[in-house]
Each structure stands twice: as C-alpha cells, then as structure tokens.
C-alpha cells in the first residue's frame, strides 16, 4: 500500500475510464464462479470422501517435516470433519464465499476471522491444532472496468490448520478444483502473506521500549498531578519547575482556558476558527481515503461519487494544507518582526532553529515508534496483517522523516502526513533571511519577495505543461506526478510567502484602523468567495466522465492560479475579520469556542491516521460506502482522536515545551510560528509559565509569543 497522500491518486486511477458495468463487462469468469457459491462447504465435502494416501503433497520431491505435520493435521481434521466435531466444524463454517453483489463491486468476503484464529484443539500433550486466517485469491476476469476498480480478483477469508502453509493448501484446492470442474489451473492461490493466527508475536527491544518510556511519562505526569494536586495551595505559586512541567492539572488549565480576545488588537482571532476548520477538513477528506481502500460491498458506487458536487470539497481537500501554509507565513512574518523592533533588529537564528527542532523531532520520532510498534499490540483483524501500512517505511527510512527532507529524498514516507512538516520545516529555514531582508530593505524586499512568488508559481506551472500531468480522477496521475506536484516545496511555497507578505502588511498597519464603504466591503467578499469556490468547483463540469478533457494548459492554469488565489482570499478573509468587517464569517471563526481545538491542533494532526487506519483495518465484515456512513465514522474517529491527542499532549508535548521554554529568559522572546494567533499563548507549544501562571501574568507580557514550533497546527491530504 502506498502513502496516503499518493492512495488519493490511486483512486483516481482505480477510476480512470470507469462506468457502471454493461452487459459486454460481465466477468467471463461469472457463471464459473457461481458454481463456487460456498467455498467453505464445497471444502468439506471435498475432504469428507478424501483418505490421506489421496492428499498428494510431495509431486517429485522428498516429503519435509513442515509436509509431514501438516499431512497429519490433515488426517485429524478429516477424521474430525466426519465425526462432526465442533473445532472442525468451525474451520469450515469461518470460510468466506464467492460475495453477493459482486456485479456492483463487491469483492470482498472475509468470513469470520476470530472464529478461524481461536480454534484451539489439544490433540497430544505436545502438540494442538490451531487455526490459521488467509485470504484465497480468486480471480475474476480482467474488463476494463474492474480493471480500473482495482477488483479483477476476489479475496475471501479461508481458515485451516496452521501447520499448513499457503503452498499446501494451493495443492488441495488445486485438486478439489480439478474434482469440481476436471481443470488443474492454478489461478486460485492462497496469500501467504495475509495469513493470521492467535499466536502472539514476542516483542522486540522497541516495542519494550516504546512502553516503557510513554509508562514513564505517564508515571511522571501523574505523580506531578498529584502533588500539584493535594500540596499546592496556590495553582500557580509554590511548586517546584518539574512538577509545573508535568502537571497535567496545569496543562489541561491552559487548553481549555477559553478566553475574550476581541479587546487586544494583537490577537487575531479569526486564525483559531481557520485552523480548526482546515484540521477537520483535512482528517474528513483523509477518512474518505481511508473508505475508498476498505472492503466496500458497493465498490462501484465510487463510479457515481466521483463525480457529485460534493465529492469536490474531498478531491480538492489539498486546499486545507495551503490554508495552514498561509497561516505559517502569516505568523511567522508578524510575530518575528515585531520581536525584531524590540531588539533593534536582532534575530537569533540558532535559537529560533534549536527551539524548533526541540519541539518537533522528539514528538514525530516518538509518533513513529507509536505507529509501527505499537499499532499492531492493540489492534489486529483479517486485514490488518503486518501492522501499520508504512512500516517497512519506517524501519528503512525514518531518518529521512526525522531530517525533514522526506518530500525529496524518498517515495515511500514512513508516516504519511509528515510530508508537511518536511515542507514547513524547509520553507521556516530561509524564514531568517526573509526576516532580515524585510527589516533592512522593508517594501523593496518585499517586491521581491512578490517576484519569488511569480517565480515559484511559474515553475510549478512549467513542470505540468513540460510533463503533461493532470489534476483530474479520470486521467490519472503519470509517474511521479504526485511527489512532484504536490510533496514537492515550491509547489506549496507560493501559499506561504503570500501568507509572509500579509504578515508584513499587518505589522506596518499595526494597530491602523481602515475606513471602508460598504461598496469595497462587498466587493472584497465577492471576490474572496468567488476566488474560493472557484478553487473548489472549477473542474466540476470537466470531472464528469462523458465531459471532453481539458488540455494540459488548462490545467497548468487551473491548478497553478489557484495556488495564489487560496491565499489571497485568505488574505481579506483575515483583513475583514481584523477590521470589523467580518460579519457572520467572524463571528463563527474568532469564537472563542475554537480555542481549545487550536491548541491541541498539532497534536491532533499528529494521531489522527492512527486513529483512521486502527479504526479502518479492524473490520470484521463488509463496509458500505456512503457520504452519510462516512461521516459516522468521521465523527467516530474525530472523538477518539482527541482523546488520544489530549492525553498524549499531556504525557509528550506539554512536558517536553517546558522544558523547551526554560531555554529562553523570560523577558526575552523567540518567535512561534505555529501560536500567535493570540500572541500571549502558544497553541501548540505551551510554555511551561503559561500551563501555571498564565491567570496572574495576563497584564505583564501582553506581546510575547515565539518562532519556534511548527508553523502550523498541521494537516495534509
């Protein structure tokens, strides 16, 4: 399985040229397999008039002690089989069969997987038989169709000894087909590489590890918890620093303090509203990916999906990264050039990348141990095997992920969504030279700044016309297009350094109240919605599959134009809420209401795929894709991950940012990208005199914020 950025793309080649099938697509091999309805029965009586001399294994070669022991559990299961014994009957009865509704994309049929893994017989003292889990592969023909859904084979759940091999039993069903229909084809093959038993797998020196050390910070937390609890008088005075760093009575005091902002000119709320917004459109769009690759009964209801005007907000959901990346240049433009007047334009730039590298690489490595070793401890299911899906990923290339330069270096990134703080990470390194060049130089820097976003723009649009790529579902992605296209820094650069002039732009407005007619007002909302639907829903009418294709150059246009015009009505969006102007659009995003999300927002962007794939890979029947049951199981996954995002900010993120904050004195400040919405608190990085203090300290530091954590509260597609 790829990366879930690139599955996106593989849908759409899962789509390309797809209809609903006709009578021409019928699967040649359909009224054969109608004749196959019951696997699981046409199994057993196969072996019900089978004697053991009739089981030939060894064809040519010297029988080994694997062929040996599988033979005898044979003998036993068809000793057993007769006699009606119930262990036997339920290794037959957990078989799957040939799915209904397999002309409507069904193909999958999983049995009963817990049924088949906890049979459990003691034959001898020394020795039981258990149940082993694999899926048979059938194939089903190869029309254009199911070609294009990804479905010419069928996988159905089977379930026989775990003695036995997939090799084996590949010679079984090879002559219980040549008894059904006088053919030795081999094209019915058993997936080794599915099977699954009860037995469980010892764990290695990481897994250890990753235990022990979140049970030591759990163990710390609560003991800090504790005593903040039972022996401090004071919630903010009397306590020792460490147990203000672990406590998470004081943490959770700064997450969800929900405070009135609309008095300070230096907060803008409306940022706490588009960062939650764009969070959860990202991990709705992701819970869609996630639906697309699940054993759907209805596979072919994708066809129709695909091109609905709602599918539009999931196909183009990419937009929700460039909300944050703007967000990203935003902040750290303002924040740091505001700190920089206070220090007569100094600029420590190896304390704004120590902070930075602090506060990220401890969390994203302790993600990656969580996702490969620990995923499989609590969860598992007839799909699930191996674990998470980018665990060979992960023990082959983590480093690449934890020097930030993934989106180049590899194309298989070992967690998914880390691809965005790669780019963040790349683009908040020449940040400093940005900074410096708009201190010294002020407007002129800042047209060439402009020029680079000219420049950035065009050379995305270059690499789509040069190698003919396309944005549509139905004419698919070409080679690396998606690393190119979308992993790629540049391609998101434009975002960011629009956001970075608009960060400029308020701090030389700081505190300038503009006077506009209402003429201006409505114009500039006209313009920002157009600019925003149009990003969403321009290809629409092109999407659907009878529509002629649009040439590459539109496309380059389309997919090249939107990248600034996502921004640049961001930009009024933000003006309009600072100034008064905002309406029922500030109202719902400068509600106070958002700020608990925001802060944890990180680290909800952190877990949420753990969540989604847990949750996804740990079905035990068919799912059903639909837009209504996809949003029961957002809703599912959503409250589960904040829940799991909260008690791992409270056990990792909250300590490790105190201990962060005790780098830097007090009275000085550093730059936070990923916080200055309200520039007093860190929505992702709380420093540790906020978790305790921040009630009796709301006066002394009204400007303080910092430039050292992820520019966003991330998310990507």
Known sequence: MANVIGTLFVCGLMLVSAAQLKDVDVPRNYQRLMGLRSLGVEFAEHFRNESLTELDLFISRIPSQEDLLCLADMAQFMQALTGGQLWALKMIDAWGSIPSGLLYGNSFHLGNFDECVKISKQITQA????????????PIGTTNQLTALGSTSLRIGSCFPASCSAAHMDTFVGQLMQQLFNSSS???????????????????????????LLGLMGSGVALCTLYDYFCSKDKSEGLPTVVKIFSARASSRAIFRVVDSKSNPNVISCLHGIRCVSLIWVIFSHEYVYSLISPNINTFKMVSWAVQPFSSFIVHGFFSVDSFFFIGGLLVAMVALRSMDKSKGKLNVPLMYLHRFIRIIPILAVAILVYIKLMPVISGGPIFKGGFHGKAACEKGWFWTLLFIQNYATTNICLDHSWYLAVDMQLYLISPLLLIALYKWGKKAAAGIAVLVLLVSSCLFATMMVNNYSMLIKNGMKGNAGQKLYLATHTHAAPWLIGFLFGYFLHLNRGKKFQLSQIAVWSGWV?????????????????????????????SFYYTLTRVAWPLALCWIVFACMQGYGGLADSFLSSPLWQPLSRLSYSVYIWHLFIQEVNSRNVRTNTYFSNYNL?????????????????????????????????????????????????KEALVDVHQKQLNAIETRKQEEPEVTEVNAPSVDTAQL
């Open 127 to 138: 020795h039981t038989i258990r149940g082993k889990y694999c899926f048979l592969i059938v």
């Open 186 to 212: 081999t094209s019915i093959k058993f997936s080794e590489t599915s099977c699954q038993t009860n037995e469980s797998i010892p764990w290695d020196g990481m897994t250890i590890f990753t235990v022990v």
């Open 527 to 555: 313009l920002s919605l157009a600019m925003v639907f149009t990003s969403i829903f321009a290809l629409y009418p092109a999407a659907q599959w009878s529509a002629p294709p649009l040439s590459t150059l539109e496309e």
């Open 631 to 679: 949003m029961l199981n957002f809703w599912c996954d959503f409250g589960f991950t904040l829940l799991m995002s909260y008690v791992l900010y409270i056990i990792i993120e909250a300590p490790l940012a105190g201990f962060d904050s005790l780098l830097v004195p007090r009275a000085k400040t550093v730059v936070q990208t990923s916080a200055a919405i309200e520039p």
